[in-house]
């Protein structure tokens, strides 16, 4: 489908984001990079227009290293998306973020090791264009003024989310030994996911704001001493979970930037270089 530009802000999570709203209108977008998750779901929030990605697909049929990041994040761009939040389930690398706890990151390792993460990968589009050289900044992975929207929404639904962490970002879709548990702590990491990279490095390159709400369901393994992660206990926690961070979600929505009012520099990522092909 045509850019229909009809959506300042996109939400990457599943269906327990938006099954309920009102006036809901399922959108399917190709993209040059292929066919993204799902549909976009396409609803109101205060007055702000949101396209809803399900970023497993509806079912949660796709895992993490399958999921097209490149197509969902061209997608959400296509229809007018800015500015995106990306809810997603983590692990605790540390006793203090136990399940429950929400963490707004500032800080991103990737740990992955077989995705495509890059826009600027030098291959042609479908339509002939050629993506030139391009190094994008990441040093500060996620839009400021994103992450403090979140923060503030956690905390007005009394919520005390903790501000800032580093997300390690593991390929999956195993969990992690003891080991590599351990090893990621003591490099500094709060929490561990599969899903925070490439989303936030592809969103940067398309100049998009990004921020992660990252929501504990599990000690990692090297923080707890029982048998390690089990996927029904993280869907067990997340479903106990989604009602307030679908709250914390829609406050943040309502109080993002109106489009058009970025001033942060995710807005500027490419620093006016011509990246050789058409932004969506
Ligand atoms: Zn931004």
Redesign the pocket.
Known sequence: MANTGNAGIGVIGGSGFYSFLDDVTEVRVDTPYGAPSDSLFLGGIGGRRVAFLPRHGRGHHLPPHRINYRANLWALRSVGVR?VLGPCAVGGLRPEYGPGTLLVPDQLVDRTKNRASTYFDGLPLPGGDVPNVVHVPLADPY????RAAAVAAARGRGWEAVDGGTLVVVEGPRFSTRAESLWHRAQGGSVVGMTGHPEAALARELEL?YTSLTLVTDLDAGAESGEGVSHEEVLRVFAANVDRLRSVLFDAVAALPEDGA?D????KALGGTDPGFALP
């Not at 839009?143 to 994103?146: A, D, E, N, T």
Request: with cysteine; proline share 9%; net charge positive.
């Open positions: 500015q839009c400021p003024v994103g704001c970025r942060c520099l995710c807005a």
